[in-house]
């Protein structure tokens, strides 16, 4: 397993194995924690006043193995399981969904909501949602999952809150599954670079966390553009 942070917002994971799935998601806590996203000051709050809202979009496009999307799970449970989330100091707010590409690109399994110690036994059983796409829509278009998490941000009308959209892939921005070893079109670059902007816009850090074959190069671009 090779580990690579980068950009100040990026975990990369080559070589990803399910048993090492305790250490990494240390490693995860360690950076998407409630103190490094924190870190933007965020005027005249006080702790009690503090408010985190997540985004987390896991990929299920077919470039994605099985046990990359088992492992993609077993992240997130860990994730929204941790009593930091769910403590008296901060109010936190989830989302989660699932993406691949074409018409019906993003699947919301879990709708924004509060994560509380009483119901992230509900957010275990809808992330558990999350499964790799077969048929249609099954290549990897980032863009769409960011309008989806920019939509569901500015649904929440929270006041100055902290935000982070988690993105678990492999790295490879292909909405339309025919770019092969080439790269994306122009209007496909413009699509993502609008997507990005209006996260920016929203003061959404974006964090990729990179499974299976990664592609290091863009999600670096990915991290740097949040």
């Known amino acids: 397993m090779l580990l690579k942070v980068v950009g100040g917002g990026a ?51 077919t470039s994605m193995s099985l046990s990359d999307i088992n492992s993609e799970i077993d992240a997130i449970v860990e994730m929204v399981s941790r009593r930091e989330l769910s403590g008296d100091s901060i109010t936190t707010r989830i989302a989660v969904a699932g993406f691949g590409s074409g018409v019906n690109a993003v699947d919301e399994k879990c709708a924004m909501r509060q994560v509380e110690t009483s119901n992230v036994n509900e957010f275990r059983d809808c992330v558990a949602k999350i499964k790799r796409r077969s048929g249609s829509g099954v290549a990897t278009d980032f863009a769409s999952a960011f309008e989806y998490a920019a939509e569901r941000f500015r649904s929440t009308n929270s006041t100055n809150p902290s935000r982070a959209v988690i993105l678990l892939t492999d790295g490879k921005y292909d909405p339309n599954g025919n770019r092969g070893n080439g790269q994306p079109t122009s209007a496909e670059v413009e699509k993502l670079n609008n997507a990005t902007d209006e996260l920016r816009g929203l003061r959404a850090q974006i964090w990729p966390i990179g499974f299976g074959k990664v592609i290091e190069e863009e999600l670096e671009a990915l991290a740097r553009s949040g």
């Open 11 to 61: 975990l990369m994971v080559k070589s990803f194995k399910r048993h090492k799935i305790i250490s990494w998601t240390s490693l995860i806590i360690g950076l998407v924690s409630v103190s490094s996203l924190f870190s933007i000051p965020i005027a005249g709050a006080a702790d009690s006043d503090k408010v985190l809202e997540m985004v987390i979009l896991a990929d299920e496009s």
